[in-house]
């Protein structure tokens, strides 16, 4: 009896833990206006924190994984943009990106690169739009939005 009752758990845990749960963080905001003169740069950083998770408390220590970023992008009009890149950092590392992968101004897309990085609190994606010409002080024609999907 006692080796059907270990079977009959064991089979539990394991079915439990193969269903995953999708979900999913958006976010958007405007990127900072920019000085041509001064590497006209415009950033927006997305950073992931505890409370863009559901409340559960057993989501703590689940282990999450990113299945992958939707973006959309604005763009500023009065200037000319060199380069517009979507970056992916590891939780809890601000000063270098994991891996950037260049997009399009005022557009929009799906990137699935990141997807075997390291993903929980403290992860971010930072939309980077790298200012070639044009007006020397310029302001973004609308917001950069990110959509992260993850499953746990």
């Known amino acids: 009896m006692q080796k059907y009752i270990t079977i009959a758990v064991a089979l539990a845990l394991v079915s439990s833990s193969s269903f995953a749960v999708d979900s999913s963080i958006t976010k958007s905001a405007t990127p900072n206006r920019i000085v041509v003169a001064k590497a006209g740069t415009g950033i ?5 924190l505890s409370s863009d998770f559901p409340s559960d408390r057993s ?40 891996l950037c992968r260049p997009i399009l101004p005022n557009s929009s897309g799906t990137v699935y690169d990141f997807n075997s990085l390291a993903f929980d609190t403290g ?10 010409g044009g007006k020397n002080y310029g ?8 959509t992260i999907n993850y499953s746990y």
């Open 44 to 48: 927006v950083r997305f950073g992931v």
């Open 123 to 132: 992860a971010s994606v930072v939309i980077r739009h790298v200012i070639e």
């Open 59 to 98: 989501l703590i220590f689940a282990t999450k994984r990113l299945t992958s970023i939707n973006w959309e992008t604005t763009y500023y009009p009065d200037n000319v943009e060199k380069k517009v890149e979507i970056c992916y950092y590891r939780p809890h590392r601000h000063s270098e990106p994991d």
């Open 139 to 146: 302001t973004a024609a609308g917001v950069d939005r990110v």
